[in-house]
């Protein structure tokens, strides 16, 4: 039997949860921290032009359930 993790009612997703646990390890937390901190902004402009770009249809898929979020 496997167990429904929920949160206001509704079933959370297994991207979400693993999501989560990453957001809430303190090692990754802290990379994410020094590695915003140190970006510049021609380095973001690439940076958010690879997130997008490289994989347009993940860009686009999550833009698609935006609203619905």
Known sequence: MTEQITREGREV???ARV???LVRTPAFRELVKLN???TDPERA???V???L????NLSLSA???TPDA
Do not use: F, H, I, K
């Not at 770009?53 to 347009?56: G, L, N, R, T």
């Open 13 to 15: 997703g297994l991207a």
């Open 19 to 21: 999501l989560r646990e």
């Open 36 to 38: 915003l901190a140190e």
């Open 45 to 47: 402009r690439e940076l």
């Open 49 to 51: 032009r690879t997130l």
């Open 53 to 56: 770009w490289e994989d347009p």
């Open 63 to 65: 833009a698609g359930v």
